[in-house]
């Protein structure tokens, strides 16, 4: 993992909580990219993202936020892009404009269309307003309509990867839906043969690997505090 808690000043620093997928994707770009950083857990449940502290990074008070010397980042998407121009290694953008189009739709169906309708404030009010257990028949119905259209939107394109054999941005919003599709919300991806097929592929890489939230160190079930 090239997650540090020196706390160098001229380190990067992730503000994250193990499970939120928008954290979850920067840790792969950032261990893609071979960049050290601090590590800074945000419990959420907790409510730690609303304390004065947090919101001074980033107003409206979600993860992940990047602290890069006096730069400050917010927004899954926005830190990923800060990344890829300022630390090109390993570049998540593909050169062929059509395949760049692509990645940028795909991580978009994910990034706006299927993980606003599941992060936790969401949940959280659906169960109130609607009743007990139905925030993840919510959940469970925008995430299968996300992943019936980046299935269509895929083929054709994919090879090894989602836009052909190599790593870009797409499948870095790919794995951390996947992963919490299966995990938190039980969705069938028998349905989605191109996607389960990515999961496969995705889940043998280290970068990813090292980026899951069973493998982060604000993770209960890992002895955190």
Known sequence: MMASGNGDKN???LYSYYRSSCSYRVRIALNLKELKYEYKAVNLLKGEQFSPEFTELN????VP?????????????????Y???????????????????????????VSSSIQPFQNIGTLKYIEEKVGPGENLYWANHHIT????ALEKLLKGHAGRYATGDEVFLADLFLAPQ????????????????LLSR?????????AFQDAMPEN??????????
Not at 145 to 148: D, E, L, N, T
Not at 216 to 225: E, F, M, W
């Open 11 to 13: 380190q990067l620093k």
């Open 59 to 62: 107003p409206i008070g979600y």
């Open 65 to 81: 936020v990047l602290v890069d010397g006096d730069v400050i980042v917010s927004d899954s998407f926005a830190i990923i892009m």
């Open 83 to 109: 990344l890829e121009e300022k630390y090109p290694q390993h570049a998540l953008l593909p050169q062929d404009l059509q395949k760049r189009g692509i990645n940028y739709q795909a991580a978009n169906i």
């Open 145 to 148: 309509k996300g992943f019936a």
């Open 178 to 193: 996947m992963h919490g599709a299966i995990k938190r919300f039980n969705v069938d991806m028998t349905q989605f043969p």
């Open 198 to 206: 990515l999961n496969e592929e995705y889940n043998k890489i280290p």
């Open 216 to 225: 982060q160190p604000d993770n209960p079930a890992a002895g955190a505090v």
